[in-house]
């Protein structure tokens, strides 16, 4: 069978994927029945936790700039830091925050990403037109010894008009999602995911996705970590094409679902393969994710042409615009079989 890109997993199921280097095949096979995640928790505990100092008494900006806030001026429940600009910004904290959970925030990635981005070339406080004059932090979810999600609010004013400007904040950090495009028979299908969606109190079919880790270096290599988790599915990193890049620099080439409320950046990849039809059928319906973690995942496999009506989430949504709009202009490249004559056999 001649396929566009090699899609393949790992013999057996293990929660940890322990042999994720080992051999590959080259047909298309799927885990067993609930045969991967770690769940929602137990995969976040582990991205947030990885080396990093727990008890900083300094806040460094992941760029290198530093944001002193002397052993001296970091209290319980209050802090002061420095801008590159020399503005102070007073932090504080609600009564309720331990003093090692105030001090986590500040320490935290998802906290020091969010002071560069408001430096980045487009961020509020690169211009000179606002400012930054104090933090209060109101809520932390601690995931392990990290900062998992973060509730905060900003005061920050228009310098012209000396209003300030709506400032609360739910910080959670990048992400990244995958659109799953197989061919089979002739006709499109996409891979969903469907989950138990607690905030929206209901479920929702979309794409699989997760979380980066802090240091938010292996963009591509979660977004198949996540597929592997969610889905079964093993994909190889030289097939996935990063969607938001095609975007304009000045975008960041991310895209924000929520950016009234939330900081939340993801990065959309697609993937292209072709598949028989005893694939799909395997793949439609199958569980996956360790319910005694509280991960309840069902993968559902659904025509491309009806996508677009059949899920309300965002990241597949705006996949499917970019997808169209890159295809549209020429941007993608070939898949596989058009680039190679090499063959599978099935």
């Known amino acids: 069978m001649l396929r566009w ?42 991205r947030r936790d990885g080396g990093r100092s727990i008890a900083s008494s300094s806040v460094r900006m992941a760029s290198g700039n530093s944001l002193d806030a002397s052993p001296s001026s970091v209290t319980a429940h209050s802090a002061t830091i420095n801008l590159p600009s020399g503005e102070l910004v007073q932090i504080s904290g609600e009564p309720g925050l331990s003093s090692s959970e105030f001090r986590n925030v500040i320490a935290s990635a998802l906290f020091k990403q969010w002071l560069k981005n408001l430096r980045s070339p487009s961020g509020l406080l690169n211009q000179g037109r606002m400012s930054l004059k104090q933090v209060h932090i109101q809520g932390v979810d601690m995931f392990g010894r990290g900062v998992g999600f973060l509730k905060f609010k900003a005061d920050v004013f228009d310098n012209e008009t000396g209003k300030k400007v709506p400032g609360i904040v739910f910080a959670r950090g990048p992400s990244v999602a995958v659109l799953i495009i197989l061919e089979s028979g002739g006709e499109d299908y996409v891979v969903l995911t469907e989950q138990v969606r607690v905030p929206v109190g209901r479920l929702i079919l979309e794409l699989p996705a997760g979380m980066l880790d802090d240091d938010g270096a292996d963009i591509v290599g979660t977004a198949v970590r996540e597929v592997e988790e969610e889905t079964g599915i093993s994909l190889h990193l030289s097939d996935m094409v990063n969607l938001t890049a095609f975007l304009d620099p000045s975008t960041g080439c991310r895209v924000f679902p929520s950016p009234g409320g939330c900081d939340e950046e993801i990065t959309l990849f697609l993937y292209r393969g072709r598949v028989g039809q005893e694939v799909i059928a395997a793949l439609h319906g199958k569980e996956m994710g360790l319910r005694e973690h509280g991960e309840l995942i069902k993968v559902h496999v659904v025509p491309y042409q009806r996508l677009w009506r059949m899920t309300s989430d965002a990241k597949a949504l705006t996949a499917i615009a970019l997808y169209e709009m890159a295809k549209r202009e020429g941007l993608l490249p070939l898949p596989r079989d058009e680039r190679s004559t090499q063959t599978y056999k099935a």
Not at 15 to 23: A, E
């Open 5 to 46: 890109a090699s899609l393949s997993v790992l013999p057996g199921a293990a929660s940890s994927f322990p042999n994720r280097g080992g051999p590959r095949f080259p047909l298309f096979l799927v885990h067993p029945r609930r045969g991967g995640g770690l769940g929602e928790a137990g995969r976040e505990t582990t």
